[in-house]
């Protein structure tokens, strides 16, 4: 009891010291002096057009975070850290963005589940579908470019929802830092420069945070059966080399080790089972990743990349799903190994009325799974080619009009399971000043099937797949407008989005096994986004999207839903604030998910709570060398489910970390 207590004390004492550092500048009649825009105003980007463009015009619904504004979310992975941004519904199944096994946190924009295509420096990271953020640091990140809407067409498969593309640091600092906080938090990280040479390590722990699933729902009666996910602990170890040859060459490999403790237990209505594990969990994944980026100063850049995701499961399984003891503890292990590597090249010419880019992309994709337990083994593979092309042309001194295609196909598939598909999308940007434009967007994008969805046996409990599943087809449709008005950024936009044959999962009502599926998608809304930075120290963001994600399944097995069924929210808003004076810098962030529903894949959606995630961090820096900083997660100690389709997934609660950074 004394714990609890102390607890929240705790917490109301981190509440009014954020209220007083934020509110503090007041006091004195001394002018704040800013510490640089962290809400960068009229940026260049790089990802919606892939070559530098200003944002202001680019015909897409855009969005940067800069280094020093992820940092003030208090966030030390990628995962929570773009928890905040505009538009997005987002999903946790452990603490700090955890994954359970293949279920990863994830990030969904304009309600399309599983079609954020994740890149770094412009490379795709993406593992059959999934990503794993929470294994990035932020410390290791220069910005990120988001791109909201279909962006198929210049990044191909995957990207039917919205492009993030992580840029990192090229040059890393001189520095450590150490960090340590409740619920066994604890975060140490080193970096330093060498010239051309720059090496980073980050470590990170959590401890045991309990019970923070359950099967049941608001939905569920009284006689349902419930199990619940024991969260023990994790570790993750990240390893950051990169080196610059040149002003044309550059190198990157990253390693990353994690492993997360998990167990599967009993809960209500199981009886004297209450509490008793059925089974435990360690899942350990081994990350490489490769890059070697290119430019010749003439227009011709681009990329060649290796990728290996490796996730090894092992553990005990104790009873059966029946709830009856096996004699002896059986041992359970499964292996996935998935591995990308390719190239990615392209060149631009640049006139003063018109831009041309033409470029080539080739991915080779393997899949491996090998289950210990049944003695059984899968290897899939598949060659995928793309030739893309843009063009940017100047129609008046205050129109232009873009035009962009794909060519996709793909070969050596199992099975003869070959795609070809041909995206295309055209853009037009009019100026109405030289801080105003608006634009109006059609296209088309397009994602393949991953060997999980098409092979997976259903063995260990997982999804059972259909090598017949079709390709994801999307059409998008935007309009948009944009201002830049001195500190004062503005934007708005307008889209529809319908995807064909939306790939999906189904709970077979007769069986009670899950199959992968087909579906049909579509989604309409509103984006209005405001930026500030001010001089007197002030910066801020706010966001307002309304939406209404649907989605109908046209897959045949029993318990499928033939009918438009609600997805997600249909307001999500969201905003930042940042105040900084003299030594202090406060920031406070949060994202609120509105008229929501849990959608089960077998039953009817259901109304449920909103949630709000918050975050605040205040940072007090004695000298240029050093800086000391609080971060808080879960200010308010809601317990909201970051679940959406069935079961509870909670936030963890009310947690923080006092870390100490010195630069030399």
């Known amino acids: 009891m004394r714990r609890i207590v102390m607890g929240k004390q705790f917490q109301k004492f981190c509440a009014c010291t954020a209220f007083l550092a934020l509110c503090g500048g007041f006091t004195t009649a001394a002018a704040a002096d800013s510490a640089g825009e962290v809400y960068e105003i009229n940026p260049v980007t790089v990802t919606a057009s892939r070559y530098d463009k200003r944002d202001l015009d680019v015909p897409a619904s855009t969005q940067v975070m800069t280094q020093e504004q992820l940092r003030q979310t208090g966030a030390v992975n990628m995962q929570k850290a773009l928890a905040f941004l505009d538009g997005v519904v987002y999903h946790?199944?452990?603490?700090?963005?955890?994954?359970?096994?293949?279920?990863?946190?994830?990030?969904?924009?304009?309600?399309?589940?599983?079609?954020?295509?994740?890149?770094?420096?412009?490379?795709?990271?993406?593992?059959?579908?999934?990503?794993?953020?929470?294994?990035?640091?932020?410390?290791?990140?220069?910005?990120?470019?988001?791109?909201?809407?279909?962006?198929?067409?210049?990044?191909?498969?995957?990207?039917?929802?919205?492009?993030?593309?992580?840029?990192?640091?090229?040059?890393?600092?001189?520095?450590?830092?150490?960090?340590?906080?409740?619920?066994?938090?604890?975060?140490?990280?080193?970096?330093?420069?060498?010239?051309?040479?720059?090496?980073?390590?980050?470590?990170?722990?959590?401890?045991?945070?309990?019970?923070?699933?359950?099967?049941?729902?608001?939905?569920?009666?009284?006689?349902?059966?419930?199990?619940?996910?024991?969260?023990?602990?994790?570790?993750?170890?990240?390893?950051?080399?990169?080196?610059?040859?040149?002003?044309?060459?550059?190198?990157?490999?990253?390693?990353?080790?994690?492993?997360?403790?998990?167990?599967?237990?009993?809960?209500?209505?199981?009886?004297?089972?209450?509490?008793?594990?059925r089974y435990s969990r360690l899942y350990d994944r081994q990350k490489d990743f490769a890059q070697m980026n290119f430019r010749d100063g003439k227009g011709i850049s681009g990329r060649v990349f290796y990728n290996r995701n490796t996730l090894d499961t092992k553990g005990w399984d104790y009873y059966s799903s029946a709830g009856a003891a096996y004699s002896s503890a059986q041992l359970s292990r499964n292996k996935e190994v998935n591995t990308d590597y390719g190239y990615d090249v392209q060149k631009v010419w640049q006139g003063e009325m018109q831009t041309f880019l033409l470029g080539t992309s080739y991915d080779k994709e393997k899949f491996h799974k090998k289950d210990y337990y049944a003695l059984t083994s899968s290897d899939y593979s598949r060659n995928n080619f793309s030739v893309f092309g843009q063009w940017d042309r100047a129609l008046t001194a205050q129109d232009r009009l873009i035009l962009s295609g794909r060519e996709t196909w793909t070969t050596g598939a199992a099975g003869d399971k070959n795609y070809t598909n041909f995206s295309g999308q055209a853009q037009y940007l009019h100026q109405l000043n030289e801080n105003q434009t608006v634009y109006a967007s059609a296209g088309r994008s397009f994602a393949m099937p991953s060997f999980s969805n098409m092979y997976s046996t259903g063995s260990s409990g997982n999804v059972i797949g259909d090598p017949n599943l079709k390709p994801k087809v999307g059409t998008h449709y935007e309009m948009g407008w944009k201002m830049d008005q001195g500190k004062v950024q503005y934007r708005a936009a307008l889209f529809i989005e319908r995807i064909k044959d939306d790939i999906t999962f189904s709970k077979d009502t007769k069986s009670g096994q899950y199959y992968a599926i087909n579906q049909d998608f579509k989604n309409a809304g509103v984006e209005l986004g405001v930026t500030v930075s001010q001089d007197n120290g002030w910066a801020w963001h706010y966001g307002l999207t309304y939406n209404d994600p649907k989605a109908k399944y046209n897959g045949q097995k029993s318990g499928t839903k033939i009918y438009w069924d609600r997805m997600f929210g249909r307001w999500i808003m969201n905003g930042g604030v940042s105040y900084h004076k003299d030594k202090w810098t406060t920031a406070f962030n949060a994202s609120y998910l509105a008229d929501r529903v849990l959608c089960p894949s077998s039953a009817h959606s259901f109304d449920i709570k909103p949630y709000l995630i918050t975050s605040m961090s205040i940072q007090y820096s004695p000298d240029a060398s050093s800086d000391i900083q609080l971060s808080i997660d879960n200010v308010l100690d809601r317990e909201d489910n970051l679940n959406h389709a069935s079961g509870t997934y909670y936030s963890t609660p009310f947690n923080y970390m006092l870390s100490y950074r010195y630069k030399f």
């Open 92 to 277: 946790q199944m452990g603490p700090g963005g955890a994954a359970l096994s293949s279920m990863t946190s994830d990030l969904s924009i304009r309600g399309v589940n599983d079609g954020t295509l994740v890149l770094v420096n412009g490379t795709p990271i993406n593992w059959r579908g999934l990503y794993n953020l929470e294994d990035i640091p932020v410390s290791n990140v220069e910005r990120v470019e988001v791109v909201r809407g279909g962006g198929a067409v210049l990044y191909g498969s995957q990207a039917i929802g919205g492009v993030v593309n992580i840029i990192t640091r090229k040059k890393l600092p001189n520095e450590v830092s150490a960090g340590i906080g409740n619920k066994g938090q604890q975060n140490y990280s080193v970096s330093a420069n060498a010239g051309k040479l720059s090496v980073a390590y980050n470590y990170n722990k959590w401890g045991d945070i309990g019970f923070i699933s359950s099967t049941l729902t608001p939905a569920s009666s009284s006689a349902d059966k419930e199990m619940k996910q024991h969260f023990r602990n994790s570790e993750k170890n990240d390893f950051l080399l990169t080196y610059q040859v040149n002003d044309k060459i550059d190198f990157l490999y990253n390693h990353d080790d994690s492993w997360n403790n998990w167990s599967y237990t009993f809960g209500k209505n199981y009886g004297n089972l209450d509490g008793q594990a």
